[in-house]
């Protein structure tokens, strides 16, 4: 899916229409450069490979920054590949906005990495209600996971079996989410709804297939 890279600034509301209040997102979203081009002949798919915020040259390593040199383009924080696009029409070099890719009403995904919550228990983890009530003799045991296997059989703890560990920071899409507001001037994007990450966190965004 063609789409682009940009960074969360945090949340808002807008009212729609009708009066109502409708929380939102706001995503600065591009500009995006164009670095490689992937083609059916060489690399047997089509692609575009964009990258998204500058960077301080002395940061970058000698292969990335020859990378960079290759197609004319300032050292890149993030690089991203993304199918969809008309690759004919595109340079090494050529700068890909919200403008080109974006109106508003139509629906979006939004990729991004949830906030990392720690080492967590059952509880917050996974929803468990803990074991049994605060009567009965159960004076430290409100908030642990209860039994994880059987003695005799199987002898062991299955895979996957839900119990205590780090919680957030991983790769989470919201689908369908809808633009409110498209403001190209200053490359941003207002969705309804929120998406996944801190602020400052990076996203992909997508258009999807109507």
Known sequence: MRGILGKKLGMTSVFDDDGKLIPCTIIEAGPCTVLQKRNKEAD???AVQLGYLERSGKNVNKPDQGQFDKYGAPPLRHVREFKGFDVATLSSGD????N???????????????KGKGFQGVMKRHGFSG????SHGQHNRLRAPGSIGSSSYP????????????????????????????????NILIVKGAVPGAKTGLLEIYKQAK
């Open 95 to 98: 700068e890909v906005t919200i």
């Open 131 to 134: 074991v049994g009530g605060a």
């Open 155 to 186: 002898s062991r703890v299955f895979r996957g079996m839900r119990m205590a560990g780090r919680t957030g920071g991983k790769r989470v899409t919201y689908k369908n989410m809808t633009i409110i507001r498209v403001i190209p001037e200053s």
């Open 44 to 46: 047997g798919y089509e």
């Open 100 to 114: 080109d890719l974006f109106e508003v009403g139509e629906k979006v995904t939004v990729t991004g990495t949830s």
